[in-house]
């Protein structure tokens, strides 16, 4: 992967070890991806012994909340201010995932900012915020931050096997100095001790380890002294560890589990709800990715039931009127849908629910540019998606303070500010869309 250099890998390795307080935070409105990736991380960290926290600016819907794990921590900051604001404080490091800046952590980056942690960015949007990190991994060609994530955890389990080699010289050449030094001392105390040693009877000659062997230095941070409790992680289990990612045979005992129901799972959940299940922004590696999970162990079908199969009966209906009665569609090739509070209350819409309905107008031939409105406090919610040679993101970042990827987009109409009141909003956005694509 061309997004990751040894050098970063070996520096995020070093930053992870030394970590006591990690956090994972992501982007305002989690969805599949951004609670894939947080929790695969989370889960990782945790497996090398941290006291993990992801912190997140809003609660995620109850239809993605099976991502969660069980035995992390998660703070919303809307429903927990306080004790998400106390756990950003005492983090020593802040990974963010899923979001190009942490102005899309909306209520959280004042905090994030404020932080003197050090900063990582594990990222699949366009246009990141190299500044505010000091280590960055994102690239745009890749689907989805959960496969961001599975990468740099392999490398970090791959590149485990180069450190170690290195480590292994150190700690020889380490053992050689200190057997000579030892040697030294030995050869002067002998002639005073030499009774005393002889009644002992111990292994006087024998050089005190200066260090466990297998240790690295990497993985030692300035004043962390004990074998790190990374090797007590479940990628720490197995030593010629691009085995384990071979097949449910090839792996090691003890990390399988975890792998396959943990990590796994996680970031196979948050790849198929990013590319609305291989959909779109699907790259080689992206098969690769599924392809090596489910060798190992990940339940596809488990998840897919959790994912699509599992929804109310009420969504299906509101998706069945939206699509039948709101649905409108231009001369050129735009189409849009405004869902309102009214239609929101009529339907017991929960948060979530409203998922994937902006994909759909996009399945009729003339149709190259999507748009739902969805009104909340103060504002709507833009979602935008978009066929191959239409930009949603251009749309998204030119009228509706948003971003986010080529093809998939989002943004806000600000009641008040872009439009006078709510009801204005079908005609100003049909404005635009004639506007931007003429
Ligand atoms: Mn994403």
């Given amino acids: 992967m061309d997004f990751i250099h040894q050098e970063d890998i070996v520096t995020l390795k070093r930053w992870l070890a030394s970590a006591s307080y990690p956090i994972i935070v992501a982007h305002t409105h989690p969805d599949g991806d951004a609670l894939g990736a947080a929790s695969g991380l989370a889960l990782y960290l945790r497996g090398m012994g941290k006291d993990v926290a992801v912190i997140l600016p809003d609660t995620p819907p109850d239809n993605l909340r099976f991502i969660l794990p069980k035995g992390i921590p998660f703070f919303f900051h809307d429903e927990d201010p306080a004790g998400a604001e106390a756990r950003i404080a005492r983090a020593d490091l802040i990974i963010l995932a899923d979001a190009n800046a942490f102005t899309r952590t909306s209520t959280l980056e004042p905090f994030l900012k404020a932080s003197a942690a050090r900063k990582v960015l594990m990222d699949h949007h366009l246009n990141p915020d190299t500044q505010s990190f000091g280590l960055v991994f994102s690239t745009p060609d890749i689907s989805s931050a959960s496969e961001v994530v599975y990468w740099l955890l392999k490398a970090l389990t791959e590149n485990e096997i180069e450190i170690e080699k290195e480590t292994e010289k150190e700690t020889e050449k ?56 990374m ?93 039948s009665e709101e649905l409108h569609i231009l001369d050129n090739g735009t189409a849009y849908m405004v869902l309102t509070r009214d239609i929101q209350e009529r339907f017991d819409m929960r948060d979530g629910e409203s998922e994937g309905l902006v994909n759909v107008p996009l399945t009729i031939e003339k149709v190259r540019l999507s748009v739902l409105l969805k009104e909340d406090d103060g504002h709507f919610r833009v979602s935008v998606r978009s066929k191959k040679g239409t930009s949603a993101q251009q749309l998204a970042q030119r009228f509706f303070h948003g971003g986010g990827h080529e093809n998939a987009a989002g943004g806000k109409m600000l009641i008040g500010e872009d439009i006078p009141s709510a009801d204005a909003a079908p005609a100003c956005l049909e404005q635009v869309l004639k506007d931007y694509l003429k």
């Fill in 174 to 229: 380490e053992t050689e100095k200190e057997t000579e030094k030892e040697t030294e001392k030995e050869t002067e105390k002998e002639t005073e001790k030499e009774t005393e040693k002889e009644t002992e009877g111990m292994c006087a000659g024998e050089p005190k380890a200066p260090v466990t062997p297998g240790a690295s230095a990497y993985f030692l941070a300035p004043g962390v002294t004990g074998p790190s409790a």
């Fill in 231 to 323: 090797r007590e992680g479940p990628l720490a289990m197995c030593k010629g560890s691009s085995e384990m990612w071979a097949g449910p045979s090839a792996m090691c005992k003890g990390s399988s589990e975890m792998w396959a129901k943990g990590i796994g799972a996680a970031l196979m959940t948050g790849m198929t709800t990013d590319t609305n299940n291989f959909a779109n922004s699907v790259f080689p590696s992206t098969f690769q990715m599924a392809s090596e999970l489910i060798a190992a162990g990940v339940d596809r079908d488990a998840l897919i039931g959790k994912i699509y199969q599992s929804y109310r009966e009420n969504r299906v209906r509101l998706m069945g009127y939206m699509q």
